[in-house]
Each structure stands twice: as C-alpha cells, then as structure tokens.
C-alpha cells in the first residue's frame, strides 16, 4: 500500500552505502524549526516512522518499524515481513495527527505520543479508532456472513515523554472508566503505556535503537 509523503532525512540516510547520518547532526536539523516540542517532534517521527512514495524511504521506515515491534514482542521479523500502514486521516475520536498504524504479523499496531500527560481517556479513543479501521479493513459484506470472519488482533501503546513522574509502565484499561462494573466485564480494551525518558531506563529502549534516539532527541529539543 503507498504510504504519505516522501522524507529528505530518510532518503540521505539510506542511500549513503547503508551507513546511518551521526544522530547528533540529525537532531540539530529539527532542533531548528524552535523551541516547540511537538513540531520537532513530529517532524521527527514523520522522518523516522511514516513510510512514503520512495522506494529507500520506504524501506528505512518499515526497517524502524520492525525494530520497534521486534522489541515490544520479542521477536525477529525481518524486512522480508508484511507490513501495511493503515493510519486514517483526519479521525475526530483521535485528534492525534502523529499516531502510526500498521498492519505486521496478522496484527494492528496502534502507536500515539503524549508530550506532556498521559490522557486516561486513551482507551476510549482507541476503541472508537479500532472500529473506523476495521471499516477500512472489512469488506460491508463480511459482517453479514455467517460464517465467522476473522480479524486482525489490535495492539494499543503510548509513548510518554513528559516531565511528570510516571511509572516505566503501566496499563490503562476501558473498564477503569465504566460507571458500573458487572462481575464480568462485557468489553475491555487495554493500553499499554512505556515511559521512554532516559531517566527512566526503560527495558524496551535497549532493545529498539530507534526508540532509544528519539529519546535523546526528546531530550534535547526540551534544552
């Protein structure tokens, strides 16, 4: 499937012979843009993760991706794996424009970034995104069949980088904001939360070097 648009940074960091631009030229290009966090940082994400029209931009991107998944499952997909991203424009339940979701491993990878707070309401927002994918993903059809019609396994995380004190991780749980709770609870959807500042040492950055320099980069960009 084509994905957005088309990345400088990515394109020069593939082509140069497979070796990678010094992470600390890389971050200074975004530091540019000013002092406002969340500019840099979705200018940074879109250069990193969202896959685009170019061939090599596109590889760089889904090798990040598969990086990242690899260390929040403990796996080893190579670059030879599926992966088919699937993000919808313009969703009002999220109001996230840098959330990344991809289709790898007959599983959705829901990705979203807090810059400041974790919003407890993540789980709600998720399970009203969820449901406009599996529009995008169903045919009309299937959900008239009979028959059972099977459906990738949705996975939900957020990424905090705040400066609050938080926990490394934590899950947050649609259920925790239901009025009444039966003894068994009808519907659930779970968000697993990492906590990715330095500080706190998360496990997954040393497994995902992508993530571990977005950290960094997180870092300075606050200077």
Request: contains cysteine.
């Amino acid at each position: 499937m084509p994905f957005g648009k088309t990345s400088l940074l990515r394109r020069t960091t593939v082509i140069r012979g497979g070796t990678e631009t010094p992470f600390a030229n890389r971050w200074s290009r975004y530091k540019e843009i000013g002092k406002k966090v969340p500019q840099a940082y979705l200018r940074y994400v879109e250069d990193t993760f969202l896959p685009c029209d170019a061939a090599d931009a596109r590889i760089f991107a889904k090798e990040n991706f598969l990086s990242l998944y690899n260390a929040l499952h403990g796996t080893n997909l190579q670059l030879s794996c599926p992966v088919e991203n699937i993000k919808l424009d313009n969703v009002m339940y999220m109001n996230i424009v840098n959330d990344v979701s991809c289709l790898v491993d007959d599983k959705i990878i829901v990705l979203a970034e807090h810059q400041s707070t974790v919003n407890e309401n993540m789980p709600l927002r998720f399970l009203q995104y969820i449901a406009r994918l599996y529009e995008k993903l169903q045919k009309p059809t299937d959900r008239y069949l009979r028959t059972l019609s099977k459906i990738p396994t949705p996975e939900f995380y957020v990424f905090y980088n705040g400066l609050n004190d938080y926990p490394e991780t934590t899950v947050l749980k649609l259920s925790d904001a239901f009025i009444t709770k039966p003894e068994r609870i009808p519907l659930d959807l779970e968000v697993k939360v990492y906590n990715i500042n330095k500080s706190k040492g998360a496990e997954v950055l040393s497994r995902c070097k992508t993530l571990d320099e977005y950290s960094l980069f997180i870092e300075e960009v606050r200077l």
